[in-house]
């Protein structure tokens, strides 16, 4: 057993993005959802702040990728409240993560970089401590990243072993 003391866990108040105005049941938790997605859609991120949460993101093993226990560094890009409703440190955590890999995305389009069939967003590195790492597919040549994301150690190309356009939709 350890001597450390952990602080409670945070209890939070209510559903993430509740207002007193959301209507009952389903209909509450698309409010909740369309709220959520007008806040991502506001959020944007300059090349030099995206390689700075990138680099955080590898910084902290444990973050997943999401960077909960890092409240002040989320809120620097995510507000505390949105529409008058309290955005938990989770939530803002997860609409960070979103809008980091719709820069990504972005950016790759940007650059056009050929050769990519898609993105595996949760893959942890090889070696320990694991980290979090952002893997994009290609099949046939390698494409190349642009500048901004080529150094970054969280940005992985894998090489898909099967044709994309052979491959079967799942019914």
Same mark, same amino acid.
């Given at each position: ?36 997605? &007008? ?54 955590? &997860?609409?960070?993560?979103?809008? @980091? ?8 389009? &940007? ?44 940005? @992985? ?15």
């Amino acid at each position: 057993m350890s001597d450390k003391i952990l602080p409670p866990l945070k209890q939070a108040t209510g559903p993430a993005f509740a207002h007193p105005q959301d209507r009952p049941g389903m209909a509450g938790w698309r409010d909740r959802s369309n709220r959520k997605r &007008r806040l991502q859609a506001t959020l944007q991120l300059n090349d030099t702040e995206l390689v700075e949460v990138l680099h955080k993101m590898w910084e902290d093993p444990d973050a997943q990728g999401k960077l909960s226990n890092h409240p002040e560094f989320v809120h620097r890009f995510v507000p505390t409240t949105f529409e008058n409703t309290n955005v938990h440190l989770e939530e803002a955590a &997860r609409v960070l993560h979103d809008c @980091v890999k719709k820069e990504i995305i972005q950016c790759l389009r &940007r650059f056009g970089a050929p050769g990519l069939t898609g993105i595996l967003s949760h893959r942890y590195s090889t070696r320990y401590p694991k980290r979090f790492q952002f893997c994009f597919m290609w099949y046939g040549n390698k494409p190349t990243l642009p500048p901004l994301l080529a150094e970054l150690p969280n940005i @992985v190309l894998c090489e898909d072993k099967v044709d994309p356009a052979s491959k079967k939709p799942e019914i």
